[in-house]
Protein backbone atom coordinates (compact mmCIF):
# COMPACT_ATOMS: atom_id res chain seq x y z
CA UNK A 1 0.00 0.00 0.00
CA UNK A 2 1.44 3.68 -1.26
CA UNK A 3 1.70 6.08 1.76
CA UNK A 4 -0.60 7.94 0.11
CA UNK A 5 -2.42 9.08 -2.86
CA UNK A 6 -2.71 11.60 -5.50
CA UNK A 7 -5.70 12.92 -6.83
CA UNK A 8 -5.76 15.01 -9.78
CA UNK A 9 -8.42 16.92 -10.85
CA UNK A 10 -8.77 18.62 -14.15
CA UNK A 11 -11.79 20.96 -14.23
CA UNK A 12 -12.57 21.76 -18.70
CA UNK A 13 -15.21 24.31 -18.85
CA UNK A 14 -16.67 26.40 -21.73
CA UNK A 15 -19.74 28.77 -21.92
CA UNK A 16 -21.83 28.02 -24.68
CA UNK A 17 -20.67 30.41 -27.51
CA UNK A 18 -22.48 28.84 -31.04
CA UNK A 19 -23.79 32.34 -33.33
CA UNK A 20 -24.64 30.44 -36.51
CA UNK A 21 -25.89 33.96 -37.25
CA UNK A 22 -22.30 34.90 -38.49
CA UNK A 23 -19.77 33.17 -40.57
CA UNK A 24 -16.91 34.20 -38.31
CA UNK A 25 -17.67 34.85 -34.54
CA UNK A 26 -14.20 35.93 -32.16
CA UNK A 27 -15.72 33.94 -29.03
CA UNK A 28 -16.08 30.77 -30.91
CA UNK A 29 -12.30 30.95 -30.87
CA UNK A 30 -11.96 29.92 -27.21
CA UNK A 31 -13.05 26.64 -28.39
CA UNK A 32 -11.13 26.07 -31.15
CA UNK A 33 -8.31 26.96 -29.20
CA UNK A 34 -8.79 24.74 -26.33
CA UNK A 35 -8.94 22.03 -28.46
CA UNK A 36 -5.61 22.51 -30.24
CA UNK A 37 -4.16 23.51 -26.74
CA UNK A 38 -5.35 21.46 -24.14
CA UNK A 39 -7.85 18.58 -25.25
CA UNK A 40 -6.50 16.91 -27.76
CA UNK A 41 -3.02 17.14 -26.05
CA UNK A 42 -4.49 15.73 -23.03
CA UNK A 43 -5.77 13.12 -25.02
CA UNK A 44 -3.08 12.55 -26.42
CA UNK A 45 -1.07 12.43 -23.32
CA UNK A 46 -3.27 9.42 -21.84
CA UNK A 47 -2.76 7.58 -24.95
CA UNK A 48 0.75 7.75 -24.59
CA UNK A 49 0.78 6.39 -20.72
CA UNK A 50 -1.41 3.58 -21.57
CA UNK A 51 0.75 2.38 -24.47
CA UNK A 52 3.62 2.18 -22.22
CA UNK A 53 2.12 0.60 -19.52
CA UNK A 54 2.21 3.79 -17.13
CA UNK A 55 -0.28 3.41 -14.24
CA UNK A 56 -1.94 7.05 -14.47
CA UNK A 57 -5.39 8.35 -12.74
CA UNK A 58 -6.97 11.20 -13.94
CA UNK A 59 -10.70 13.35 -13.01
CA UNK A 60 -11.56 15.39 -15.37
CA UNK A 61 -15.12 17.20 -15.69
CA UNK A 62 -16.54 17.93 -19.13
CA UNK A 63 -19.20 20.59 -18.45
CA UNK A 64 -22.48 20.03 -20.31
CA UNK A 65 -21.98 23.15 -22.52
CA UNK A 66 -18.48 22.31 -23.42
CA UNK A 67 -19.77 18.65 -24.36
CA UNK A 68 -22.42 20.11 -26.51
CA UNK A 69 -20.00 22.23 -28.52
CA UNK A 70 -17.10 19.60 -28.61
CA UNK A 71 -20.26 17.33 -30.58
CA UNK A 72 -21.92 20.37 -32.08
CA UNK A 73 -21.69 19.59 -36.36
CA UNK A 74 -21.81 23.60 -36.83
CA UNK A 75 -18.67 24.24 -34.16
CA UNK A 76 -16.87 21.24 -35.39
CA UNK A 77 -17.02 22.23 -39.33
CA UNK A 78 -15.69 25.52 -38.21
CA UNK A 79 -12.66 24.05 -36.19
CA UNK A 80 -11.59 22.07 -39.67
CA UNK A 81 -11.34 25.29 -41.52
CA UNK A 82 -9.67 26.70 -38.40
CA UNK A 83 -7.21 24.31 -38.06
CA UNK A 84 -6.73 25.04 -41.40
CA UNK A 85 -6.00 28.24 -41.67
CA UNK A 86 -3.74 27.88 -38.71
CA UNK A 87 -1.77 25.23 -40.62
CA UNK A 88 -1.59 27.64 -43.32
CA UNK A 89 -0.78 30.65 -41.60
CA UNK A 90 2.25 29.02 -39.81
CA UNK A 91 3.67 27.53 -42.74
CA UNK A 92 3.82 30.77 -44.66
CA UNK A 93 5.00 32.52 -41.23
CA UNK A 94 7.95 30.23 -41.49
CA UNK A 95 9.00 30.76 -44.90
CA UNK A 96 8.92 34.64 -43.88
CA UNK A 97 11.07 33.97 -40.95
CA UNK A 98 13.49 31.91 -42.68
CA UNK A 99 14.17 35.21 -45.02
CA UNK A 100 13.50 38.02 -42.47
CA UNK A 101 14.54 36.66 -39.24
CA UNK A 102 16.33 33.51 -39.15
CA UNK A 103 16.48 32.65 -35.77
CA UNK A 104 12.53 32.04 -35.48
CA UNK A 105 12.65 29.97 -38.54
CA UNK A 106 12.96 26.22 -36.64
CA UNK A 107 10.32 28.04 -33.69
CA UNK A 108 8.02 28.25 -36.64
CA UNK A 109 8.30 25.26 -38.39
CA UNK A 110 7.88 23.81 -34.87
CA UNK A 111 4.26 25.61 -35.26
CA UNK A 112 3.65 24.21 -38.77
CA UNK A 113 4.74 20.68 -37.47
CA UNK A 114 2.16 20.78 -34.45
CA UNK A 115 -0.93 22.17 -35.66
CA UNK A 116 -0.45 19.61 -38.75
CA UNK A 117 0.09 16.82 -36.06
CA UNK A 118 -2.93 18.66 -34.35
CA UNK A 119 -5.43 18.33 -37.49
CA UNK A 120 -4.28 14.85 -38.62
CA UNK A 121 -4.52 13.70 -34.97
CA UNK A 122 -7.79 15.32 -34.51
CA UNK A 123 -9.62 14.07 -37.90
CA UNK A 124 -8.07 11.40 -38.49
CA UNK A 125 -6.91 9.48 -35.40
CA UNK A 126 -9.71 10.41 -33.25
CA UNK A 127 -12.03 11.14 -35.96
CA UNK A 128 -13.16 14.48 -34.65
CA UNK A 129 -14.42 13.51 -31.49
CA UNK A 130 -12.01 13.68 -29.01
CA UNK A 131 -14.89 13.03 -26.40
CA UNK A 132 -14.83 9.81 -27.55
CA UNK A 133 -11.37 9.32 -27.22
CA UNK A 134 -10.90 10.50 -23.75
CA UNK A 135 -13.89 8.04 -22.94
CA UNK A 136 -11.54 5.11 -23.67
CA UNK A 137 -9.77 5.71 -21.02
CA UNK A 138 -12.14 5.48 -18.40
CA UNK A 139 -11.91 1.94 -18.78
CA UNK A 140 -10.26 0.32 -16.01
CA UNK A 141 -10.96 3.12 -14.17
CA UNK A 142 -7.95 4.99 -15.45
CA UNK A 143 -9.82 8.24 -16.57
CA UNK A 144 -13.00 9.46 -13.79
CA UNK A 145 -15.45 11.87 -16.17
CA UNK A 146 -17.47 14.09 -14.10
CA UNK A 147 -20.74 16.08 -15.02
CA UNK A 148 -21.56 19.15 -13.91
CA UNK A 149 -24.30 21.54 -13.79
CA UNK A 150 -26.12 22.75 -17.08
CA UNK A 151 -24.85 25.88 -17.52
CA UNK A 152 -22.19 26.09 -14.92
CA UNK A 153 -24.53 28.38 -12.88
CA UNK A 154 -23.16 29.21 -9.51
CA UNK A 155 -26.06 27.12 -7.34
CA UNK A 156 -26.48 28.98 -4.42
CA UNK A 157 -27.27 31.85 -6.17
CA UNK A 158 -30.40 30.09 -7.64
CA UNK A 159 -31.49 28.85 -4.36
CA UNK A 160 -34.44 31.31 -4.17
CA UNK A 161 -36.31 28.96 -6.93
CA UNK A 162 -35.03 25.47 -6.05
CA UNK A 163 -36.50 23.90 -9.15
CA UNK A 164 -33.66 26.23 -11.02
CA UNK A 165 -30.89 24.43 -8.89
CA UNK A 166 -32.62 21.14 -9.05
CA UNK A 167 -32.69 21.91 -13.37
CA UNK A 168 -29.13 22.64 -13.87
CA UNK A 169 -27.84 19.45 -11.62
CA UNK A 170 -30.38 17.29 -13.68
CA UNK A 171 -30.31 18.93 -16.78
CA UNK A 172 -26.83 18.75 -16.39
CA UNK A 173 -26.58 14.94 -15.38
CA UNK A 174 -28.57 14.21 -17.97
CA UNK A 175 -27.12 15.58 -20.95
CA UNK A 176 -23.82 14.09 -19.62
CA UNK A 177 -24.90 10.37 -19.92
CA UNK A 178 -26.51 10.88 -23.68
CA UNK A 179 -22.86 12.05 -24.43
CA UNK A 180 -20.86 10.09 -22.55
CA UNK A 181 -22.65 6.42 -22.88
CA UNK A 182 -22.91 6.17 -18.55
CA UNK A 183 -24.15 8.38 -16.07
CA UNK A 184 -20.98 10.38 -13.95
CA UNK A 185 -20.93 9.17 -10.40
CA UNK A 186 -19.20 13.12 -9.57
CA UNK A 187 -20.41 15.94 -10.06
CA UNK A 188 -18.19 19.27 -9.99
CA UNK A 189 -20.21 22.14 -8.17
CA UNK A 190 -19.46 24.99 -10.71
CA UNK A 191 -17.05 27.43 -8.86
CA UNK A 192 -16.86 25.40 -5.99
CA UNK A 193 -20.05 26.62 -4.95
CA UNK A 194 -21.80 25.57 -2.06
CA UNK A 195 -25.08 25.74 0.17
CA UNK A 196 -26.22 23.14 3.28
CA UNK A 197 -28.83 21.31 1.94
CA UNK A 198 -28.19 21.09 -2.08
CA UNK A 199 -26.62 17.89 -2.22
CA UNK A 200 -30.30 16.95 -2.07
CA UNK A 201 -30.36 17.65 -5.82
CA UNK A 202 -26.87 15.70 -6.43
CA UNK A 203 -27.70 12.65 -4.65
CA UNK A 204 -31.72 13.08 -6.46
CA UNK A 205 -29.85 12.56 -9.93
CA UNK A 206 -27.63 9.85 -8.51
CA UNK A 207 -24.11 11.57 -7.53
CA UNK A 208 -22.24 10.26 -5.00
CA UNK A 209 -19.42 12.59 -4.77
CA UNK A 210 -18.18 16.45 -5.44
CA UNK A 211 -15.16 18.69 -4.25
CA UNK A 212 -15.29 21.78 -2.38
CA UNK A 213 -12.61 24.10 -1.57
CA UNK A 214 -10.35 23.42 1.41
CA UNK A 215 -12.29 25.88 3.64
CA UNK A 216 -15.75 23.81 2.86
CA UNK A 217 -14.30 21.02 4.11
CA UNK A 218 -12.14 22.26 7.29
CA UNK A 219 -15.21 24.13 8.31
CA UNK A 220 -17.31 21.30 8.06
CA UNK A 221 -19.20 20.77 11.25
CA UNK A 222 -18.45 18.99 13.79
CA UNK A 223 -14.88 19.64 12.30
CA UNK A 224 -13.12 16.67 10.52
CA UNK A 225 -10.09 15.02 12.36
CA UNK A 226 -8.56 14.11 8.94
CA UNK A 227 -8.75 18.10 7.69
CA UNK A 228 -9.10 18.08 3.93
CA UNK A 229 -6.63 15.26 3.64
CA UNK A 230 -9.92 12.68 3.65
CA UNK A 231 -13.57 13.24 2.39
CA UNK A 232 -16.04 13.84 4.25
CA UNK A 233 -20.30 12.35 4.25
CA UNK A 234 -22.77 15.23 4.52
CA UNK A 235 -25.82 14.33 6.17
CA UNK A 236 -27.32 14.31 2.91
CA UNK A 237 -25.62 11.37 1.78
CA UNK A 238 -22.93 12.71 -0.82
CA UNK A 239 -19.14 12.58 -0.06
CA UNK A 240 -17.15 15.47 -0.73
CA UNK A 241 -13.49 16.22 -1.54
CA UNK A 242 -11.54 19.13 -0.30
CA UNK A 243 -9.03 20.90 -2.63
CA UNK A 244 -5.67 20.71 -0.88
CA UNK A 245 -4.40 24.36 -1.50
CA UNK A 246 -0.54 23.37 -0.83
CA UNK A 247 -0.05 21.65 -4.24
CA UNK A 248 -3.21 23.84 -5.80
CA UNK A 249 -0.69 26.60 -5.26
CA UNK A 250 2.50 25.12 -5.89
CA UNK A 251 1.03 24.92 -9.66
CA UNK A 252 -1.72 27.72 -9.81
CA UNK A 253 -0.09 30.69 -7.83
CA UNK A 254 0.28 33.71 -9.86
CA UNK A 255 3.22 34.54 -7.47
CA UNK A 256 5.19 31.64 -6.86
CA UNK A 257 3.24 29.05 -9.36
CA UNK A 258 5.78 26.83 -12.08
CA UNK A 259 3.78 28.49 -14.66
CA UNK A 260 5.43 31.60 -14.19
CA UNK A 261 9.12 30.69 -14.50
CA UNK A 262 11.09 32.86 -16.96
CA UNK A 263 12.28 30.05 -19.44
CA UNK A 264 8.25 29.08 -19.93
CA UNK A 265 6.25 30.13 -23.42
CA UNK A 266 4.86 34.12 -23.26
CA UNK A 267 1.56 33.60 -23.52
CA UNK A 268 0.19 37.14 -24.00
CA UNK A 269 3.09 37.97 -27.10
CA UNK A 270 1.64 36.60 -30.18
CA UNK A 271 2.36 36.95 -33.32
CA UNK A 272 -1.70 37.73 -34.35
CA UNK A 273 -0.63 41.00 -32.72
CA UNK A 274 2.70 41.52 -34.78
CA UNK A 275 2.42 39.78 -38.09
CA UNK A 276 0.89 42.17 -41.17
CA UNK A 277 -2.81 41.57 -41.91
CA UNK A 278 -2.15 40.33 -44.99
CA UNK A 279 0.09 37.34 -43.33
CA UNK A 280 -3.38 36.42 -41.08
CA UNK A 281 -5.98 36.64 -43.85
CA UNK A 282 -8.86 34.56 -42.61
CA UNK A 283 -7.28 34.42 -38.92
CA UNK A 284 -8.42 38.27 -38.62
CA UNK A 285 -11.96 38.23 -40.55
CA UNK A 286 -12.63 42.08 -40.33
CA UNK A 287 -9.05 42.83 -39.65
CA UNK A 288 -9.82 42.40 -36.11
CA UNK A 289 -6.38 40.68 -34.86
CA UNK A 290 -6.33 37.94 -32.30
CA UNK A 291 -4.25 35.47 -30.69
CA UNK A 292 -3.55 32.68 -33.30
CA UNK A 293 -1.11 30.69 -31.28
CA UNK A 294 2.69 31.50 -32.68
CA UNK A 295 4.35 32.74 -29.69
CA UNK A 296 8.16 32.98 -30.16
CA UNK A 297 8.55 34.37 -26.84
CA UNK A 298 10.06 33.42 -23.05
CA UNK A 299 8.03 34.99 -20.06
CA UNK A 300 11.82 36.56 -19.14
CA UNK A 301 10.52 38.37 -16.07
CA UNK A 302 8.32 41.47 -14.98
CA UNK A 303 9.31 43.09 -18.39
CA UNK A 304 7.45 44.91 -21.13
CA UNK A 305 6.23 42.56 -24.09
CA UNK A 306 8.65 44.16 -26.19
CA UNK A 307 11.18 43.00 -24.22
CA UNK A 308 10.46 39.54 -23.81
CA UNK A 309 13.50 37.58 -24.99
CA UNK A 310 13.12 34.33 -27.96
CA UNK A 311 11.40 31.29 -26.28
CA UNK A 312 13.69 28.11 -26.40
CA UNK A 313 11.76 25.03 -26.09
CA UNK A 314 14.56 22.17 -25.29
CA UNK A 315 15.36 24.21 -21.70
CA UNK A 316 11.28 25.08 -21.23
CA UNK A 317 11.12 21.39 -21.55
CA UNK A 318 13.78 20.35 -19.17
CA UNK A 319 12.31 23.01 -17.05
CA UNK A 320 9.02 20.96 -16.87
CA UNK A 321 10.79 18.01 -16.09
CA UNK A 322 12.56 19.18 -12.98
CA UNK A 323 9.28 20.45 -12.21
CA UNK A 324 7.33 17.61 -12.08
CA UNK A 325 10.22 16.14 -10.29
CA UNK A 326 9.98 18.94 -7.53
CA UNK A 327 6.08 18.34 -7.47
CA UNK A 328 6.24 14.62 -7.15
CA UNK A 329 9.15 14.96 -4.42
CA UNK A 330 6.51 17.86 -2.92
CA UNK A 331 3.97 15.46 -2.33
CA UNK A 332 5.98 12.67 -0.93
CA UNK A 333 6.70 15.05 1.64
CA UNK A 334 3.17 16.39 2.56
CA UNK A 335 2.12 12.91 2.93
CA UNK A 336 4.99 11.69 5.21
CA UNK A 337 4.24 15.11 7.49
CA UNK A 338 0.62 13.93 7.65
CA UNK A 339 0.52 9.94 8.28
CA UNK A 340 1.33 9.68 11.46
CA UNK A 341 -1.54 11.45 12.49
CA UNK A 342 -4.50 10.10 10.65
CA UNK A 343 -6.21 6.78 10.61
CA UNK A 344 -5.28 6.16 6.35
CA UNK A 345 -3.43 7.52 4.36
CA UNK A 346 -3.28 11.17 3.48
CA UNK A 347 -5.31 11.98 0.27
CA UNK A 348 -4.09 15.09 -1.43
CA UNK A 349 -6.82 16.44 -3.89
CA UNK A 350 -5.48 19.11 -6.82
CA UNK A 351 -8.15 20.43 -8.37
CA UNK A 352 -6.75 22.87 -11.72
CA UNK A 353 -9.10 24.38 -14.78
CA UNK A 354 -8.12 21.80 -17.59
CA UNK A 355 -6.92 24.60 -19.45
CA UNK A 356 -4.33 25.74 -17.67
CA UNK A 357 -2.08 22.80 -18.94
CA UNK A 358 -1.37 23.77 -22.90
CA UNK A 359 -3.41 26.43 -23.64
CA UNK A 360 -1.88 29.16 -20.61
CA UNK A 361 0.83 27.38 -20.12
CA UNK A 362 2.31 25.32 -22.83
CA UNK A 363 4.51 23.12 -21.24
CA UNK A 364 1.61 22.30 -18.80
CA UNK A 365 0.81 18.78 -20.43
CA UNK A 366 4.66 17.82 -20.67
CA UNK A 367 4.63 18.51 -17.21
CA UNK A 368 1.91 16.36 -16.02
CA UNK A 369 2.90 13.35 -18.31
CA UNK A 370 6.16 13.42 -16.00
CA UNK A 371 4.47 13.75 -13.01
CA UNK A 372 2.78 10.52 -13.78
CA UNK A 373 5.58 8.62 -15.07
CA UNK A 374 7.81 9.83 -12.23
CA UNK A 375 4.89 8.52 -9.41
CA UNK A 376 4.25 5.08 -11.33
CA UNK A 377 8.22 5.12 -11.39
CA UNK A 378 8.19 5.29 -6.89
CA UNK A 379 5.95 3.59 -4.71
CA UNK A 380 5.43 6.48 -2.23
CA UNK A 381 2.64 8.16 -3.72
CA UNK A 382 0.03 6.80 -6.05
CA UNK A 383 -2.12 8.94 -8.22
CA UNK A 384 -6.23 7.71 -7.87
CA UNK A 385 -9.70 8.81 -8.75
CA UNK A 386 -12.25 9.23 -6.19
CA UNK A 387 -14.25 6.68 -6.64
CA UNK A 388 -11.06 4.25 -6.29
CA UNK A 389 -10.21 5.95 -3.15
CA UNK A 390 -13.53 5.48 -1.77
CA UNK A 391 -13.48 1.50 -2.74
CA UNK A 392 -10.32 1.84 -0.14
CA UNK A 393 -11.62 3.89 2.21
CA UNK A 394 -15.40 3.80 1.84
CA UNK A 395 -15.33 5.10 5.91
CA UNK A 396 -16.02 8.92 5.97
CA UNK A 397 -16.42 11.19 9.33
CA UNK A 398 -20.14 12.50 9.03
CA UNK A 399 -20.10 16.82 8.89
CA UNK A 400 -22.16 19.05 6.94
CA UNK A 401 -20.22 21.81 5.21
CA UNK A 402 -20.53 25.65 5.19
CA UNK A 403 -21.50 27.50 2.47
CA UNK A 404 -18.36 28.11 0.36
CA UNK A 405 -17.04 28.95 -3.28
CA UNK A 406 -13.60 29.39 -4.35
CA UNK A 407 -12.56 32.60 -5.87
CA UNK A 408 -11.54 35.64 -3.98
CA UNK A 409 -12.11 35.81 -0.63
CA UNK A 410 -14.18 31.90 -0.83
CA UNK A 411 -17.57 33.54 -0.38
CA UNK A 412 -18.90 34.22 -4.04
CA UNK A 413 -18.04 37.56 -4.46
CA UNK A 414 -16.68 37.34 -7.71
CA UNK A 415 -20.43 36.17 -8.83
CA UNK A 416 -22.11 38.50 -6.89
CA UNK A 417 -20.69 42.58 -6.39
CA UNK A 418 -21.65 46.05 -7.80
CA UNK A 419 -19.88 45.25 -11.27
CA UNK A 420 -22.86 41.86 -12.02
CA UNK A 421 -25.43 42.81 -9.10
CA UNK A 422 -27.92 43.58 -11.44
CA UNK A 423 -28.19 39.59 -12.88
CA UNK A 424 -30.01 37.76 -10.06
CA UNK A 425 -32.93 39.46 -9.62
CA UNK A 426 -33.59 38.85 -13.24
CA UNK A 427 -32.51 35.29 -13.06
CA UNK A 428 -35.24 34.84 -10.32
CA UNK A 429 -37.86 36.32 -11.78
CA UNK A 430 -37.38 34.25 -15.04
CA UNK A 431 -36.89 31.17 -12.47
CA UNK A 432 -40.50 32.23 -11.00
CA UNK A 433 -42.06 32.84 -14.51
CA UNK A 434 -41.06 29.16 -15.32
CA UNK A 435 -41.77 27.49 -12.39
CA UNK A 436 -45.97 29.19 -13.10
CA UNK A 437 -44.97 27.81 -16.95
CA UNK A 438 -44.59 24.44 -16.32
CA UNK A 439 -47.28 23.94 -13.64
CA UNK A 440 -50.15 26.22 -15.72
CA UNK A 441 -49.25 23.95 -19.03
CA UNK A 442 -50.49 20.35 -18.47
CA UNK A 443 -51.36 19.33 -21.71
CA UNK A 444 -49.49 21.58 -24.27
CA UNK A 445 -50.18 21.41 -28.07
CA UNK A 446 -46.55 20.28 -30.04
CA UNK A 447 -45.62 23.72 -30.87
CA UNK A 448 -46.34 24.74 -26.95
CA UNK A 449 -44.25 22.35 -25.79
CA UNK A 450 -41.08 23.07 -28.47
CA UNK A 451 -41.82 26.77 -26.36
CA UNK A 452 -41.93 26.20 -23.23
CA UNK A 453 -38.56 23.49 -23.74
CA UNK A 454 -36.18 26.97 -25.31
CA UNK A 455 -37.79 28.97 -22.58
CA UNK A 456 -36.02 26.29 -20.20
CA UNK A 457 -32.66 27.01 -22.77
CA UNK A 458 -32.85 30.42 -22.71
CA UNK A 459 -32.77 30.61 -18.92
CA UNK A 460 -30.32 27.85 -18.23
CA UNK A 461 -28.05 30.08 -20.67
CA UNK A 462 -28.76 32.80 -18.86
CA UNK A 463 -27.85 31.12 -15.33
CA UNK A 464 -24.47 30.91 -16.89
CA UNK A 465 -21.88 31.50 -14.24
CA UNK A 466 -19.22 33.00 -17.20
CA UNK A 467 -21.12 36.26 -17.97
CA UNK A 468 -20.41 37.90 -14.28
CA UNK A 469 -17.19 36.47 -13.96
CA UNK A 470 -16.33 38.10 -17.41
CA UNK A 471 -18.08 41.05 -15.93
CA UNK A 472 -15.81 40.53 -12.80
CA UNK A 473 -12.64 40.22 -14.49
CA UNK A 474 -12.97 43.08 -17.05
CA UNK A 475 -12.56 40.67 -19.82
CA UNK A 476 -15.52 41.03 -23.40
CA UNK A 477 -17.62 42.57 -20.64
CA UNK A 478 -19.69 43.54 -23.04
CA UNK A 479 -20.28 40.63 -24.84
CA UNK A 480 -21.37 38.58 -21.26
CA UNK A 481 -23.98 41.91 -20.65
CA UNK A 482 -25.83 40.92 -24.19
CA UNK A 483 -25.84 37.32 -23.67
CA UNK A 484 -27.52 37.96 -20.40
CA UNK A 485 -29.93 40.27 -21.52
CA UNK A 486 -30.30 38.67 -25.02
CA UNK A 487 -31.22 35.61 -22.95
CA UNK A 488 -33.65 36.82 -20.22
CA UNK A 489 -35.19 39.19 -23.33
CA UNK A 490 -36.14 35.80 -25.38
CA UNK A 491 -36.93 34.18 -22.40
CA UNK A 492 -39.70 36.88 -21.31
CA UNK A 493 -40.86 36.94 -25.29
CA UNK A 494 -41.62 33.51 -24.70
CA UNK A 495 -43.03 33.69 -21.86
CA UNK A 496 -45.85 36.02 -22.87
CA UNK A 497 -45.88 34.52 -26.26
CA UNK A 498 -47.33 31.37 -24.28
CA UNK A 499 -49.57 33.39 -21.83
CA UNK A 500 -50.97 35.48 -24.68
CA UNK A 501 -51.56 32.46 -26.86
CA UNK A 502 -49.13 34.27 -29.42
CA UNK A 503 -46.28 31.64 -30.22
CA UNK A 504 -44.93 32.52 -33.13
CA UNK A 505 -43.62 29.25 -34.94
CA UNK A 506 -40.82 31.18 -37.23
CA UNK A 507 -39.53 33.39 -34.52
CA UNK A 508 -39.54 30.40 -32.30
CA UNK A 509 -37.72 28.43 -34.88
CA UNK A 510 -34.73 31.03 -35.59
CA UNK A 511 -34.58 31.15 -31.49
CA UNK A 512 -34.31 27.40 -31.83
CA UNK A 513 -31.12 27.18 -34.54
CA UNK A 514 -29.63 29.76 -32.52
CA UNK A 515 -29.30 28.19 -29.02
CA UNK A 516 -29.52 24.66 -30.03
CA UNK A 517 -27.92 23.34 -26.39
CA UNK A 518 -29.85 20.36 -24.68
CA UNK A 519 -32.20 19.07 -27.26
CA UNK A 520 -33.56 16.32 -24.53
CA UNK A 521 -34.59 18.76 -22.66
CA UNK A 522 -37.97 18.71 -20.94
CA UNK A 523 -39.54 21.85 -19.13
CA UNK A 524 -41.49 19.38 -16.58
CA UNK A 525 -38.49 19.83 -14.70
CA UNK A 526 -39.44 23.35 -12.88
CA UNK A 527 -42.75 21.37 -11.79
Known amino acids: MPEGYWCPVLHAHLPYVRHPEHPDFLEESWLFEAITETYVPLAAMLDRLRADGVEYRLTLTLSPTLLAMLRDPLLIGRYHRHLDRLVDVAGRDMERRAREAPPFEALARLYRDLYARTREQFRDGYRSDVVSALVRHCEGGRLEILSCAATHAVLPLLDAVPQAVRAQVGIGVEHARRQLGFSPLGFWLPECAYAPGQEAYLAEAGVRFSFLEEHGVVHAHPRPAQGALAPILSPGGVVFFGRDRESSHQVWSAEVGYPGDPVYREFYRDAGFDLPLSELRELAPGGVRRGVGLKYHRITGKVDLSAKEPYVPEVAQDRAREHAAHFVEGRQAQVRRHAAAMDRPPLVVSPYDAELFGHWWFEG ?17 RPVTPL ?34 WIPPHLDVAAERMVELARRFTDPTPLEERALDQAVRELLLAQASDWPFMMTMGTTVEYARKRVRDHVGRFTSLYHGLLDGGVDETSLRRIEEGDAVFPEVDFRVYR
Open 365 to 381: PLFLEEVFRRMDAQGVV
Open 388 to 421: EYLDRHPDCEVAQPPASTWGSRGYSEVWLNPAND
